[in-house]
């Protein structure tokens, strides 16, 4: 464990400010770490992660008997595989703050599960959440003799199904993914600078495992819109009902979970071409890598710990006073980001309505009529 460390110069004290929790995070520095053994897939990917995640990323050379999932494991594991897993988080924990990350990536393969990666995601120095996918039918970035994009440009990431909606294996991914390839918080981005586009979509999906099976997996109380203002409660939550049910319930959903549809990875560059108007036509050419991933073993975040990452901080006086932070009543936000609002009339009186004055339409005044009446009867009498 780190000892603290208490500032003694103002160079220090910023360097340990820096890494104090922010409201705006900088962008997830990753570390790639090699197990024991590593093929050389799992290598190649190492190399092309690395070049789509530069600056943020750092390679851990040597090898390590790290095995981040043997600390899941229940009772039944022997004392020298449990005190070998706690190993394992304490050397994440310690590599964690010493380098100022909050990512990881460890690579592992084995005759029971070959070319294996597990993305490894921090919270305050401890271990939030984990995931582990296997590499198929990769491709490297050198085989693609196209143009490459520039390094340290925010991507465009594409997710091509429902199920990163609605299976919780799914979304633990999307945000999985997302943190990894996600940069610096920006507010807006040109088109100029959109140089590459990483697409992420999925085989097949089996009759068996439709929208209405994979919500079924989350709890009732969850909606579409829930899921996407918190994915990561949605799964952990999806992992506590998994976990509470029966023998048999608990087969059939490994079962299920066994013939998910694979994922695709492909990564393009854009190509700005004329089109005749202000827009120019953008075409996608392949940059590099590819490759198909098959879903493993999964740790859902402790919910203690995602309550505590969640947290948001508490708003300022001026942005209270701009009406941020308070739920305004008759006011969405529609899927383009436009703010729209909704107004509630009374009941209207239309006969009093003032429209526009024409003589046809107008009503003779009481008076004037009296008038033309005697008119006319001055006129009979005059014919008589």
């Given at each position: 464990m780190l000892r603290v460390i208490k500032p003694k110069t103002a160079r220090s004290k910023r360097a340990l400010d820096a890494r104090?929790?922010?409201?705006?995070?900088?962008?997830?520095?990753?570390?790639?770490?090699?197990?024991?053994?590593?093929?050389?897939?799992?290598?190649?990917?190492?190399?092309?992660?690395?070049?789509?995640?530069?600056?943020?990323?750092?390679?851990?050379n040597k090898k390590n008997v790290i095995h981040p999932f043997d600390s899941a494991t229940n009772s039944s594991t022997t004392s020298s595989s449990a005190a070998g897993s706690s190993t394992s988080i304490a050397s994440l924990e310690f590599w964690a703050a010493k380098n100022d990350a909050s990512m990881?990536?460890?690579?592992?393969?084995?005759?029971?599960?070959?070319?294996?990666?597990?993305?490894?995601?921090?919270?305050?120095?401890?271990?939030?959440?984990?995931?582990?996918?296997?590499?198929?039918?990769?491709?490297?970035?050198?085989?693609?003799?196209?143009?490459?994009?520039?390094?340290?440009?925010?991507?465009?990431?594409?997710?091509?199904?429902?199920?990163?909606?609605?299976?919780?294996?799914?979304?633990?991914?999307?945000?999985?993914?997302?943190?990894?390839?996600?940069?610096?918080?920006?507010?807006?981005?040109?088109?100029?600078?959109?140089?590459?586009?990483?697409?992420?979509?999925?085989?097949?999906?089996?009759?068996?495992?439709?929208?209405?099976?994979?919500?079924?997996l989350l709890p009732s109380t969850y909606s579409a819109d829930s899921v996407h203002a918190n994915p990561l409660a949605a799964v952990a939550s999806a992992s506590f009902i998994a976990n509470s049910l029966p023998p048999t319930a608990a087969t059939s959903l490994a079962m299920a979970s066994a013939s998910?549809?694979?994922?695709?990875?492909?990564?393009?560059?854009?190509?700005?071409?004329?089109?005749?108007?202000?827009?120019?036509?953008?075409?996608?050419?392949?940059m590099g890598p590819a490759l198909d991933l098959v879903l493993r073993r999964a740790q859902a975040p402790d919910s203690d710990m995602l309550k505590l990452a969640m947290k948001r901080p508490k708003?300022?006086?001026?942005?209270?006073?701009?009406?941020?932070?308070?739920?305004?009543?008759?006011?969405?936000?529609?899927?383009?980001?436009?703010?729209?609002?909704?107004?509630?009339?009374?009941?209207?009186?239309?006969s009093k309505l003032k429209g526009r004055r024409m003589k046809g339409l107008q009503e003779e005044r009481p008076g004037k009529k009296q008038r033309i009446e005697e008119d006319d009867g001055d006129d009979d009498m005059d014919d008589e």
């Open positions: 104090e929790p922010k409201e705006v995070e900088d962008p997830r520095t990753v570390i790639f770490v090699k197990g024991t053994h590593t093929g050389e897939v799992v290598n190649g990917v190492f190399k092309d992660l690395m070049a789509l995640k530069r600056p943020h990323a750092v390679a851990f990881f990536v460890v690579g592992q393969t084995t005759k029971k599960r070959p070319n294996g990666m597990t993305f490894v995601r921090m919270f305050d120095g401890r271990v939030l959440d984990m995931i582990e996918v296997g590499v198929e039918n990769y491709k490297a970035m050198a085989d693609f003799k196209t143009p490459k994009s520039t390094p340290g440009n925010k991507p465009l990431l594409h997710f091509a199904s429902e199920l990163f909606d609605t299976h919780p294996r799914f979304i633990h991914l999307k945000s999985m993914l997302i943190d990894f390839f996600n940069g610096e918080e920006v507010d807006s981005i040109s088109l100029i600078g959109l140089e590459h586009v990483i697409s992420i979509s999925l085989g097949p999906t089996p009759s068996t495992l439709n929208d209405a099976t994979s919500m079924s998910l549809p694979k994922v695709h990875i492909r990564a393009y560059t854009t190509k700005l071409l004329s089109s005749g108007v202000r827009v120019p036509r953008v075409e996608l050419v392949p708003l300022k006086k001026t942005d209270v006073e701009k009406g941020l932070g308070k739920k305004r009543k008759n006011v969405e936000v529609d899927e383009m980001g436009d703010l729209r609002g909704r107004v509630h009339v009374g009941l209207q009186d239309l």
